[in-house]
């Protein structure tokens, strides 16, 4: 084969992989590989890489950690609430990717049936917390009523009062008996929210991620941030604190969610703290983040997500 024709194989497959997905990794774990006649060369960002092998690590960290919840007999709760299209699932993804799914189990419950709206309200989620040895992920959870609920008006007044008064007594309950729980908020900027929104919707592998209630969330913008502050005032407590992750920047909030996580367990061969370290200005405690919000209140747009 001469080498112009070899050349224009070689443009063939490029023009070939345009507007194809690398999965995620397959950079970290193929940088060192020698070049080959059916190898083509791909061009990543640094920051993409850097982020991919920072992910790896922390990954490895957290099979470590799943390890110990096994042989200690720990129960973990991961639960994790924020804006749609906040990053939540993302971050949920990476967390488990490489987890034995045998003792970790991620909970996304659809809808009530008729009957579960007939049952006490915790009911339904209570059924799936964590047994000895196992980690149990909430991608929403009970605080399904203090947010969506409770803005679109599929629960009533006097429900919503009820539920942000019995959380922190189940919350109490649930960390007495004791289950490790950690609750997070993923924040996202409005623009950046209708950013992802629109990718959603033009992208055939992500239309499914969108609904009619996620769509009219920028409409209601507003009225998330009044319930998400009446949430974090009424619910943060020192047994079962919030933690914010600021989500703009999808990439860092995963890791740094990550990193948060493996700091505030301990287990073997755990790596030092200094390399678990998250960035504050992504991570934010519940107490702070309803400090600035009562500080904004009468400008509720212009507050993080």
């Known amino acids: 084969m001469t080498h112009e024709s070899e050349q224009k194989k070689t443009t063939a497959k490029k023009e070939k992989l345009k507007g194809n997905i690398i999965s995620e990794g397959v950079a970290v774990n193929d940088m060192d590989k020698k070049p080959g006649k059916n190898r083509i060369p791909v061009y990543i960002k640094k920051h993409v890489l850097e982020y991919e092998k920072e992910l790896k690590t922390l990954q490895i960290e957290l099979l470590k950690l799943q390890n110990h919840v096994k042989d200690q007999g720990l129960r973990v709760v991961f639960l994790f609430e924020g804006r749609d299209a906040a990053g939540k699932g993302g971050t949920i993804k990476r967390i488990t990717e490489h987890m034995n799914p045998r003792g970790a189990r991620v909970v996304a419950l659809d809808k009530p049936s008729d009957r579960e709206q007939t049952q006490w309200y ?151 703290l200094d390399a678990l370290q998250y960035d504050p200005e992504i991570v934010i405690s519940g107490i702070a983040e309803i400090r600035l919000m009562e500080e904004n209140l009468l400008k509720p747009g212009d507050m993080p997500g």
């Not at 007594?169 to 950690?182: A, N, R, S």
Request: proline share 4%; net charge positive; charged share 30%.
């Open 122 to 272: 915790f009911q339904r989620y209570s059924q799936h917390l964590p047994e000895a040895g196992e980690i149990v992920l909430f991608d929403r959870s009970w605080y399904n009523r203090a947010g969506v609920e409770a803005v679109m008006g599929f629960c009533t007044d006097e429900q919503n009062k009820r539920f942000l008064k019995y959380t922190p007594l189940f919350e109490q309950m649930l960390v007495k008996e004791g289950i490790k729980l950690f609750k997070f908020y993923f924040s996202v900027s409005k623009s950046e929210q209708l950013r992802r929104f629109n990718s959603r919707e033009n992208d055939p592998l992500k239309q499914y991620k969108i609904s009619p209630v996620d769509r009219m969330a920028q409409d209601l913008w507003n009225q998330y941030t009044i319930r998400k502050f009446q949430m974090l005032t009424e619910t943060n407590r020192s047994r079962s604190p919030w933690t914010i992750i600021r989500s703009d920047n999808k990439k860092q909030a995963r890791l740094n969610c990550i990193k948060y996580i493996l700091s505030n367990i301990e287990y073997e061969g755990r790596l030092p």
